[in-house]
């Protein structure tokens, strides 16, 4: 029914800037929903990063704000997000889907690796 596929990661040195991308298929009204971006590092639980609503308003973990930023293009049902003076902690599996993180959507997610 949805899908979401990320892409844009890769390994980077800590001070780096990666820009993920989400593109969302199938029957979405994308414009009207609020998307997030999520993350989960070996062995800890995936957790909220960012998200933004259908309007474009924002919000971010403490972890990430002021170096990650959020953003949509409901005309290509994408979801982006840069990521700024990136720090080895910021390693995980990045992953987007709907804000309120429904168990049905999560796809293969992308690999970011912060490490020198």
């Known amino acids: 029914q949805v899908q979401f596929v990320e892409s844009g990661g890769g390994l980077v040195q800590p001070g780096g800037s990666l820009r993920l991308f989400c593109a969302a298929s199938?029957?979405?009204?994308?414009?009207?929903?609020?998307m997030g971006w999520y993350r989960q590092a070996s062995g800890k639980q995936r957790e909220l990063v960012a998200f933004?609503?259908?309007?474009?308003?924002?919000s971010y973990a403490d972890s990430v704000k002021g170096r990650f930023t959020i953003s949509r293009d409901n005309a290509k049902s994408t979801v982006a997000l840069q990521m700024n003076s990136l720090r080895p902690e910021d390693t995980a599996v990045y992953y987007c889907?709907?804000?309120?993180?429904?168990?049905?959507?999560w796809g293969q997610g992308t690999q970011v690796t912060v490490s020198s």
């Open positions: 889907n709907f804000a309120s993180g429904s168990p049905n959507y």
């Open positions: 933004i609503t259908g309007s474009g308003t924002t």
């Open positions: 199938g029957r979405i009204i994308f414009g009207f929903s609020p």
